[in-house]
């Protein structure tokens, strides 16, 4: 009786395992939505809200050097979260342009101030129907961190409402991308045709463009010299390739079927090789644990290095997977900059 049991929990498992195996495009999709964006868009969502919470808790005339420190090493936290999201602009989402709202890096700084000294600017959403170049996440970053940020956030009332009002914004467009694609939800799954419609072809070309533009506009070759207040920008390069990686494995609150899984269905030494170069840009970005301007200033070769990498992975991306699995090759999207 126990062999027999034993005997039937083995062929289930292999059962389970099989189907598992057997990836669907059909139920890919709801998958990745369900277990992987949802989940991290209202995660962010939520930490918006939280962030301005703990800004507005110490925003008065007695604020202290101590509690903006902590609020700056807060907010450097929030960007790994705000960072995450930003490979899911994709498809409805992106022709909508609701990242290009707060994810520009190349700010323009002068403008910033001109803005601040406008007093007919009130209220985030004064903020909010302004030009990318003085708002979003790298203008927060800014504000928080230039060479004159303690004595300005310390000593003037007005400057702290301007970035209360800049934090608001933030948090009232990563409410919007919620709800955007809240909508966008059910287009997204319905569209499992092949071809550049198709929202899995989307998926596969958005992780390419992602690791293009961490060569082309976070990195560079050679390598670009970084703001002196962005101090989140190898953060970003991290976040941005780990949250790839994870679409690509299948990892989000639960696992599920994955993108790996369709190519080793195909070829299991080409989807094994995509996995260990994924694999070890994870790690090497991991070790790097100086922000990009030490790198930059003390040992390019590192950066120099990762781009060699990601340039690797993107090679794996655009010249073996596309034929295995039916992916057209679109172009880049526009995040911001």
């Keep these: 009786m126990k062999k027999t049991a034993l005997f039937l929990a083995i062929i289930?498992?292999?059962?389970?395992?099989?189907?598992?195996?057997?990836?669907?495009?059909?139920?890919?999709?709801?998958?990745?939505?369900?277990?992987?964006i949802a989940p991290e868009l209202d995660e962010?969502?939520?930490?918006s809200k939280a962030l301005l919470q703990n800004w507005r808790a110490i925003n008065d005339n007695d604020i202290t050097i101590a509690e903006i420190e902590v609020f700056q090493n807060t907010y450097q936290a929030y960007l790994d979260d705000a960072y995450a999201i930003l490979l899911y602009n994709f498809g409805d989402i992106s022709k909508i342009y609701v990242y290009n709202r707060f994810y520009k890096a190349s700010i323009d700084t002068n403008e910033i101030w001109e803005v601040y000294q406008d007093n007919s600017l009130t209220l985030a959403e004064g903020i909010q129907s302004l030009n990318n170049k003085v708002k979003g996440l790298s203008a927060i970053e800014y504000l928080l961190n230039n060479t004159q940020a303690n004595d300005s956030i310390s000593q003037s009332a007005r400057y702290r409402t301007f970035l209360e009002w800049q934090i608001e914004a933030i948090s009232l467009e990563m409410a919007n991308?919620?709800?955007s694609?809240?909508?966008y939800q059910s287009n997204f799954e319905s569209m499992t045709d092949e071809g550049v419609e198709g929202s899995y072809n989307m998926i596969v070309n958005r992780i390419i463009h992602v690791l293009e533009d961490l060569v082309i506009k976070k990195i560079g070759?050679?390598?670009?010299?970084?703001?002196y207040y962005e101090t989140s920008?190898?953060?970003?390069?991290?976040?941005?390739?780990?949250?790839a990686y994870e679409v690509f494995i299948g990892e989000g609150t639960s696992d599920f079927n994955s993108i790996y899984n369709h190519i080793r269905?195909?070829?299991?030494?080409?989807?094994?090789?995509?996995?260990?170069?994924?694999?070890?840009?994870?790690?090497?970005?991991?070790?790097?644990?100086?922000?990009?301007a030490y790198y930059y200033q003390n040992n390019p070769?590192?950066?120099t290095e990762y781009v060699t990498k990601i340039k690797a992975l993107m090679v794996r991306f655009k010249i073996d997977i596309p034929t295995l699995i039916g992916i057209s090759l679109t172009f880049g999207d526009n995040d911001g900059d």
């Design 233 to 243: 920008r190898l953060a970003f390069v991290k976040e941005s390739i780990e949250m």
């Design 301 to 303: 070769e590192k950066l």
């Design 181 to 183: 694609w809240s909508v």
């Design 177 to 179: 991308i919620e709800f």
């Design 221 to 227: 070759t050679p390598v670009l010299e970084a703001p």
């Design 265 to 292: 269905k195909k070829d299991k030494k080409v989807a094994n090789l995509v996995l260990d170069d994924f694999k070890a840009l994870v790690e090497y970005g991991d070790a790097l644990e100086n922000d990009y």
């Design 12 to 36: 289930s498992v292999g059962l389970m395992a099989c189907k598992k195996n057997k990836f669907t495009i059909k139920e890919f999709l709801p998958a990745l939505y369900e277990l992987k």
């Design 44 to 47: 962010v969502n939520l930490s």
